[in-house]
C-alpha cells in the first residue's frame, strides 16, 4: 500500500510505502527538515505541521499540548497510514527560491533482479553438490560384491550417475555405514565443472538425509567478510552474518597484508586471522539457522587474489611486485577441512577463479550474480570496496582493472567511520541558510558514526551548500558554531554529543573528506582509463551495476555529485549489493553457473592499471569534487553553479 | 660356457654351467650322494672319484693325500670347470637297478619372460607418472599470467599436455619454486588410468631433474612383504628387500588378523605393523639404490584384500563374514604419506585393483604380470602362498578363486620352517637303502631350516623311499637311526646338530608334513573345483604359471609327486617368482597395463570355494600323497608302484 505524501511550502509530492517515517519520507522527496539526532526522537527538532490526513505516532512531549492539537508533529516519530500535506516550518526551512536547485530527491539503485525460481524455470537449479538416496540391494550370498562396486553400480543403473569416484578416507566409513543404515544410505556427490569431468561421492550416510542440504556461501572482503547460510533444496537464506576480516589489525589495505605476510610467520598468521573470521561466521549462521555442521556440503568462497591466497595460504609476495603474478586464477575444489575451516570432513570449498592479481575471485563473482555476461547492453561494473574493481563490457566482450581505493568507502580511514549497522548516519541533508543538519541514521538509533554510503551523501550534501569546496576543504568563513577547528583539524559537527550513542560530537573531518575524495578519485580514473584503454568513453555506457557492502543505500545523485560515478540517468544503474556474497551464492545453488565462470574469466581481458601511464593523470584529475575536468559533470557544474550565485 | 659331466656307475650326463659346483650337478642330474652338511665341505661324505677332465678345488681335510692322489673329490668344494667323468663311490651310491626309478633330474619351471624392452619397443613404456622438463618463458610486464597457467599453458602448447591439475599443496609451493629455478622447472604428472581422465601434476621441482625418476612396488604378503627399487628410466631394479610382515605374531593367516582388527584399537595397529614393515623395506632399498625419498614419485602396491584393506585402515570385519564383502576392489590414486608411509609429499600410491574378499589385488598383480590374459591358450595360474589364489582362463575369460592353504609353503607352521635365505635346506634326495640324505642348503651354507621349496622336494623323496607313506607318517620299521619319536612326534633327522648352524638337529617331523599336505590339498583341490565349476578338467589346462616366492626353486616333479600340481610336462609350467611384485613393478613402469587391469578386473569371474559344495569333497580327497584319486595322477602312481615293488 503506498501512500501520497505532499510536502510545502515545497508543493513536492512523494509516494511513499504504508508506515514509512515521515522524516524519511521527506529525506526521499529531497525536502530538508532540521532533524539532529539521527531519527531517535531526542532532540524534537523536526517538528512538522500536518494540514491534511492523518499520522501514526509523532506526538512527544517536545510538542506543548497545544502545538499537537494544531497538528504538530514530530516527523521522526510520525509514520505515514494516509495521503497527507504537510508544512515545513519556518524555522527549519530553506528559502523556497532555493529548493529547485538542490540536487532533488533520494535515487537509490535498483535491485538486480536474481531469483532462485528463475534458476529454477531454465533447470538450472542443480547445485554442485547434490545428495541422492539409494536402496541398495543388501549383500547376500550370490551377490556379495565390494561396497563401493555396490553403491557405484546401484548410482550407475538406477540413477544415471557415470564417472563416479571416491577418496580413500570415505572407503574407510563405508563398510560400517552402510550397514548401520542397512543398505539404505544417501551419497552425496559433487559435480564436475565440465560435463565430461568425474563426479566425486564425497559422503555416505545412513538412511535419507536428502531433505537436509545446506551450502555455506562467504565474501571474503579486505575489511569485511560476509557469510551466508543456504537452503540447496529451495535457494532460501537461512541466516546472513558480517564480521571485519581480522586480518585488519595487520593492514588496512592488501599491500600492508602482503608486507605483512611476508615476514617471518607472518603468512601462518594472516592465514589463521582469515580461517578464525570465517569460523566465527559459520558458528553464528549455523546456530542461527539450526543447522548442523555435517548437513553442509559446500562452501562457496570469493575474495581478492590477495584475500583468495591468504586464505589458501600461498605466499602473496609476487602479487605486489611488478609484474605481478598471483599463485593462480583458479583453484581445484578441496575439502574446507584442508584449509582448517571448522566444517565436516566432506564439505567440499569452492574457490571463486580470479584473472589477475588485482582482479580476483570477487569481481568474478560479482560479474556473475550480475548476469552482465549473457546480456548485450555495455555495461560498466563497479564493486565499490577498499579495492575498488571494476569490469566493463557484454556477452561478446569484457575488460576489467582494479585501483586501491583505501578503506573510506567501508568507513575506513574515517574518524567517526563505521559499518552500515544501526546508529550509522546513513542519509543527510543540510539547511543551505543556517547550516543545520537532517541527520538519519540506519534503524533511527542514536549515531554512533558515519557508513561508506553516509560519507558519499554528506561530502555530496556539504559540496552543494558550499560547507567544503571543490578540494574538500571547510569554508572557514561561514557563521556556524558546526564548522570548528579541533586539533588543528577542520571538521563539522553532526551531532553533539548530548544526542549520540557515544558521548562524543560525531563529526566529518577534513581528512576524512580527503580519504574519500582519494578513494573516488581512484575509482573513477580507473573506469575512465579502462574506457579510453579500450577506444569508448563514458558516453558508450549503458548501465551501471555497483556491487559493494554499500550499494543499496548509497545516494546516486551525491555519488554523481562527489564524482564517483559519471553522470547517468539514475534508472540505468542497478545495484547487486555484495556481489561477490551473491555470486557465491548462486555458485553454491547452480552447477552450470560454474561452467559460465570458466568462460568469462577465458574471455576478460585484464589490464594492470600501474602499467597504463594515463591513469595517474586521470586520478590527478579526480582528486577534486566532482572533477578538475567540468566537461564529464556538466549537470553537476550547472548546478553547483546555481547554488553558488 | 657349458659343460658336460658324466656320472657314474649311473652312466648319467648333464650339462651344466661353468662354476657350478658339483653337488648340485648331481642334484641336477638326479644322482644322490650322501651330504648331510648343506654343501659347506664340514661332513666330508659326498666324496666322488674324478675320472675324466679336471676340477677346480674339491681338496679337503676329509680326504687323505693318498685319495687325493687318487682323484677323490669333495662334491661339494668343487666346481665345474671342463667336461668330466665322476664316479659316484659305492657307499654313497644307491642299486643302480633302482635308479631310473627315480624321479629323475630336477625340473624347475622356465620363467616367464618380462622385459622392460619388449614394453619399450611396443611404445607401452610410459610410466604412470612421468618427469617433465620445462622452460617457461619469465613472467614480464605484458605477461604476467598466474604461476600455475603458465606452467598449464606451457604443457599445453609446448607437449600437447591437457586436462591437467593440481591439489592446493602443490599450488602453495609453486610461487617460490618457480622462482627458485628461474622459469626453469620440472613437472612430475600422473597419468590417468582412463585416456579421458585428468593428468595430475603432483610436483614441481626447480631446475631439470628429469634424469632422476623412481618408483617403489611392493608385494604385500600376509607372511612376507617385498620390495623393489625400480629406475623408471630404465625399468633397472636397483635394490630389493623383503621383511616379514610384523603383523605376523597377531596371527598367522588373514582370519586371525581381521579378527585381531576388529577388537579395540586392532585396526590402528595392524595398519601401524605393516606400514612400518613397509617403511623399513623402503629405508633399506633407498640406502642401497642411493636414492633419494623425494625422487620416489610412485609406490605401486599389490596385496590380498584382508592386507590392502589393513594397509589402507579399512575395518575387513566383513570380508571374513559371510557374504564376504570387500570395502571396495579398487582405491583411486593418493598421496603415500595419506597412510603414512615415509615418502614424500607428491608420491603417488597406486593400490593394485582386486576381484572379491578372497581373490585380492595380488593375485590380479600377477594375472597382469604373467600376461595371461593376452594369450589364447587356456592357463592355470597358481598363486602359491598362505593364501593359495588360482586363476583359469586365456584372453576371451576369466576366472579365479581363492583358498587358505596355510603358512607352511612359506616356511610357517613348519618345526624348521624358514623363508629361502642363505642356510635353508632347499634340494635334497635319499640313498633308498641306506635311508642317508643329500642335502643342499641356499648359498652352501650350514642348514639353519628348511624353505618352502625344500619342503615339497623332502615331502616327495621321502614319499618315493617308502620313509612316509601317502598319509604322510613315518613308516616306523625302516632300519635307520635318523626316524625317530621326539616328544612323541615322529621325525627324520635331515642334519644332525654339529653340520647344523643352530645347534640343534634339523628335522622334518609329521605334523610339519601334514600342514604341507593341507595347504597342497587346498591348492590343488581349488584348482579342481574351480575347473569343475565351468565344466573342464585338468587335461584341459595347456599350461601352467606359477606364482609366489619360491616358484623359481620348486622341483616339479615333486610339486606333482606330493599331488601340488597335476601331471603336466614340465615345459608347459613356466614361474613368475614373485608374481605380485613383478606386476606392480611392471605398473610403475607402463600406464598401459593399468588399463589392461581394469579390462581384466571386469572380465574376471570370481567363485567362493565356500559357497561352492564339491570343494570340501575335493579337499577331502587331496589329503594324501598325491591324492586318493590316484587316476588323476597315472604317471606318480605307476612310478611310486615301481619303486616299492
Given at each position: 500500500?503506498?501512500?501520497?505524501?505532499?510536502?510545502?511550502?515545497?508543493?513536492?509530492?512523494?509516494a511513499v510505502e504504508q508506515n514509512e517515517s515521515l522524516i524519511r519520507a521527506a529525506m526521499e522527496a529531497g525536502v530538508h527538515i532540521?532533524?539532529?539526532?539521527?531519527?531517535?526522537?531526542?532532540?524534537?527538532?523536526?517538528?512538522?505541521?500536518?494540514?491534511?490526513?492523518?499520522?501514526?505516532?509523532?506526538?512527544?512531549?517536545?510538542?506543548?499540548?497545544?502545538?499537537?492539537?494544531?497538528?504538530?508533529?514530530?516527523?521522526?516519530?510520525?509514520?505515514?497510514?494516509?495521503?497527507?500535506?504537510?508544512?515545513?516550518?519556518?524555522?527549519?526551512?530553506?528559502?523556497?527560491?532555493?529548493?529547485?536547485?538542490?540536487?532533488?530527491?533520494?535515487?537509490?539503485?535498483?535491485?538486480?533482479?536474481?531469483?532462485?525460481?528463475?534458476?529454477?524455470?531454465?533447470?538450472?537449479?542443480?547445485?554442485?553438490?547434490?545428495?541422492?538416496?539409494?536402496?541398495?540391494?543388501?549383500?547376500?550370498?550370490?551377490?556379495?560384491?565390494?561396497?563401493?562396486?555396490?553403491?557405484?553400480?546401484?548410482?550407475?543403473?538406477?540413477?544415471?550417475?557415470?564417472?563416479?569416484?571416491?577418496?580413500?578416507?570415505?572407503?574407510?566409513?563405508?563398510?560400517?555405514?552402510?550397514?548401520?543404515?542397512?543398505?539404505?544410505?544417501?551419497?552425496?556427490?559433487?559435480?564436475?565443472?565440465?560435463?565430461?569431468?568425474?563426479?566425486?561421492?564425497?559422503?555416505?550416510?545412513?538412511?535419507?538425509?536428502?531433505?537436509?542440504?545446506?551450502?555455506?556461501?562467504?565474501?571474503?572482503?579486505?575489511?569485511?567478510?560476509?557469510?551466508?547460510?543456504?537452503?540447496?533444496?529451495?535457494?532460501?537464506?537461512?541466516?546472513?552474518?558480517?564480521?571485519?576480516?581480522?586480518?585488519?589489525?595487520?593492514?588496512?589495505?592488501?599491500?600492508?597484508?602482503?608486507?605483512?605476510?611476508?615476514?617471518?610467520?607472518?603468512?601462518?598468521?594472516?592465514?589463521?586471522?582469515?580461517?578464525?573470521?570465517?569460523?566465527?561466521?559459520?558458528?553464528?549462521?549455523?546456530?542461527?539457522?539450526?543447522?548442523?555442521?555435517?548437513?553442509?556440503?559446500?562452501?562457496?568462497?570469493?575474495?581478492?587474489?590477495?584475500?583468495?591466497?591468504?586464505?589458501?595460504?600461498?605466499?602473496?609476495?609476487?602479487?605486489?611486485?611488478?609484474?605481478?603474478?598471483?599463485?593462480?586464477?583458479?583453484?581445484?575444489?578441496?575439502?574446507?577441512?584442508?584449509?582448517?575451516?571448522?566444517?565436516?570432513?566432506?564439505?567440499?570449498?569452492?574457490?571463486?577463479?580470479?584473472?589477475?592479481?588485482?582482479?580476483?575471485?570477487?569481481?568474478?563473482?560479482?560479474?556473475?550474480?550480475?548476469?552482465?555476461?549473457?546480456?548485450?547492453?555495455?555495461?560498466?561494473?563497479?564493486?565499490?570496496?577498499?579495492?575498488?574493481?571494476?569490469?566493463?563490457?557484454?556477452?561478446?566482450?569484457?575488460?576489467?582493472?582494479?585501483?586501491?581505493?583505501?578503506?573510506?568507502?567501508?568507513?575506513?580511514?574515517?574518524?567517526?567511520?563505521?559499518?552500515?549497522v544501526k546508529g550509522a548516519i546513513e542519509d543527510f541533508s543540510i539547511n543551505p541558510e543556517t547550516y543545520e543538519p537532517m541527520i538519519?541514521?540506519?534503524?533511527?538509533?542514536?549515531?554512533?558514526?558515519?557508513?561508506?554510503?553516509?560519507?558519499?551523501?554528506?561530502?555530496?550534501?556539504?559540496?552543494?551548500?558550499?560547507?567544503?569546496?571543490?578540494?574538500?576543504?571547510?569554508?572557514?568563513?561561514?557563521?556556524?558554531?558546526?564548522?570548528?577547528?579541533?586539533?588543528?583539524?577542520?571538521?563539522?559537527?553532526?551531532?553533539?554529543?548530548?544526542?549520540?550513542?557515544?558521548?562524543?560530537?560525531?563529526?566529518?573531518?577534513?581528512?576524512?573528506?580527503?580519504?574519500?575524495?582519494?578513494?573516488?578519485?581512484?575509482?573513477?580514473?580507473?573506469?575512465?582509463?579502462?574506457?579510453?584503454?579500450?577506444?569508448?568513453?563514458?558516453?558508450?555506457?549503458?548501465?551501471?551495476?555497483?556491487?559493494?557492502?554499500?550499494?543499496?543505500?548509497?545516494?546516486?545523485?551525491?555519488?554523481?555529485?562527489?564524482?564517483?560515478?559519471?553522470?547517468?540517468?539514475?534508472?540505468?544503474?542497478?545495484?547487486?549489493?555484495?556481489?561477490?556474497?551473491?555470486?557465491?551464492?548462486?555458485?553454491?545453488?547452480?552447477?552450470?553457473?560454474?561452467?559460465?565462470?570458466?568462460?568469462?574469466?577465458?574471455?576478460?581481458?585484464?589490464?594492470?592499471?600501474?602499467?597504463?601511464?594515463?591513469?595517474?593523470?586521470?586520478?590527478?584529475?579526480?582528486?577534486?569534487?566532482?572533477?578538475?575536468?567540468?566537461?564529464?559533470?556538466?549537470?553537476?557544474?550547472?548546478?553547483?553553479?546555481?547554488?553558488?550565485?
Open positions: 500500500m503506498t501512500y501520497t505524501v505532499k510536502f510545502l511550502p515545497h508543493n513536492i509530492s512523494v532540521n532533524a539532529s539526532c539521527g531519527g531517535t526522537g531526542v532532540c524534537g527538532k523536526c517538528r512538522v505541521l500536518l494540514e491534511e490526513g492523518t499520522l501514526d505516532g509523532g506526538i512527544s512531549e517536545h510538542l506543548s499540548g497545544d502545538d499537537q492539537k494544531k497538528g504538530y508533529r514530530l516527523a521522526c516519530q510520525a509514520q505515514i497510514t494516509s495521503d497527507i500535506t504537510v508544512r515545513i516550518p519556518v524555522e527549519s526551512q530553506v528559502d523556497t527560491s532555493r529548493l529547485n536547485e538542490q540536487s532533488g530527491g533520494r535515487h537509490t539503485a535498483k535491485a538486480v533482479y536474481s531469483d532462485v525460481n528463475e534458476l529454477r524455470q531454465d533447470g538450472l537449479f542443480i547445485p554442485p553438490v547434490e545428495k541422492i538416496y539409494l536402496e541398495l540391494a543388501p549383500a547376500v550370498v550370490g551377490d556379495n560384491q565390494a561396497d563401493m562396486a555396490r553403491i557405484i553400480n546401484h548410482l550407475r543403473f538406477n540413477h544415471n550417475e557415470h564417472r563416479l569416484n571416491m577418496n580413500l578416507d570415505l572407503i574407510r566409513k563405508i563398510p560400517d555405514l552402510i550397514r548401520e543404515g542397512d543398505f539404505k544410505v544417501t551419497a552425496t556427490i559433487v559435480r564436475p565443472v565440465r560435463e565430461d569431468g568425474k563426479n566425486e561421492i564425497v559422503n555416505i550416510e545412513p538412511f535419507d538425509t536428502t531433505a537436509r542440504n545446506f551450502g555455506i556461501a562467504v565474501d571474503v572482503g579486505t575489511t569485511t567478510v560476509y557469510g551466508q547460510l543456504l537452503d540447496l533444496h529451495t535457494g532460501e537464506v537461512l541466516a546472513q552474518h558480517g564480521e571485519f576480516n581480522s586480518q585488519i589489525s595487520y593492514g588496512e589495505d592488501v599491500i600492508s597484508r602482503i608486507m605483512f605476510a611476508e615476514k617471518g610467520d607472518g603468512l601462518e598468521v594472516l592465514h589463521k586471522k582469515i580461517i578464525d573470521t570465517i569460523n566465527k561466521i559459520i558458528r553464528e549462521i549455523l546456530f542461527e539457522g539450526k543447522v548442523g555442521k555435517h548437513e553442509i556440503t559446500t562452501i562457496t568462497i570469493a575474495g581478492n587474489s590477495t584475500m583468495t591466497q591468504l586464505l589458501l595460504k600461498i605466499n602473496p609476495a609476487y602479487i605486489r611486485r611488478e609484474p605481478y603474478v598471483p599463485a593462480s586464477v583458479m583453484y581445484p575444489p578441496f575439502r574446507a577441512k584442508e584449509i582448517d575451516i571448522d566444517l565436516a570432513d566432506h564439505t567440499i570449498a569452492l574457490i571463486y577463479p580470479g584473472v589477475s592479481s588485482y582482479v580476483g575471485g570477487d569481481i568474478i563473482s560479482g560479474v556473475m550474480a550480475s548476469g552482465m555476461y549473457r546480456f548485450s547492453e555495455l555495461t560498466l561494473y563497479m564493486d565499490i570496496g577498499t579495492n575498488a574493481e571494476i569490469a566493463i563490457g557484454h556477452k561478446d566482450w569484457m575488460v576489467c582493472t582494479a585501483a586501491s581505493a583505501g578503506p573510506a568507502f567501508e568507513g575506513g580511514g574515517v574518524k567517526f567511520g563505521m559499518r552500515a538519519i541514521t540506519v534503524g533511527n538509533k542514536k549515531a554512533k558514526g558515519i557508513c561508506g554510503s553516509g560519507m558519499i551523501t554528506l561530502t555530496a550534501k556539504l559540496l552543494e551548500a558550499g560547507v567544503i569546496d571543490s578540494r574538500g576543504k571547510f569554508n572557514r568563513t561561514l557563521n556556524t558554531p558546526r564548522i570548528r577547528q579541533t586539533d588543528e583539524i577542520w571538521e563539522y559537527v553532526l551531532v553533539y554529543k548530548e544526542n549520540t550513542a557515544i558521548d562524543r560530537d560525531i563529526t566529518i573531518t577534513e581528512p576524512d573528506i580527503d580519504n574519500l575524495i582519494r578513494a573516488k578519485g581512484a575509482m573513477y580514473s580507473a573506469a575512465l582509463t579502462l574506457l579510453e584503454e579500450i577506444g569508448m568513453s563514458i558516453k558508450d555506457i549503458e548501465r551501471i551495476i555497483l556491487a559493494g557492502g554499500f550499494g543499496s543505500y548509497v545516494d546516486l545523485q551525491s555519488a554523481i555529485t562527489i564524482g564517483l560515478l559519471p553522470e547517468i540517468e539514475p534508472d540505468k544503474v542497478t545495484y547487486l549489493g555484495n556481489g561477490s556474497l551473491l555470486g557465491c551464492k548462486i555458485n553454491a545453488l547452480t552447477n552450470a553457473l560454474r561452467r559460465d565462470v570458466m568462460n568469462v574469466v577465458n574471455m576478460m581481458t585484464n589490464f594492470e592499471l600501474a602499467s597504463t601511464h594515463s591513469y595517474m593523470d586521470h586520478y590527478m584529475g579526480a582528486l577534486f569534487l566532482p572533477h578538475t575536468e567540468m566537461n564529464y559533470f556538466p549537470k553537476v557544474k550547472a548546478r553547483l553553479e546555481k547554488l553558488r550565485k
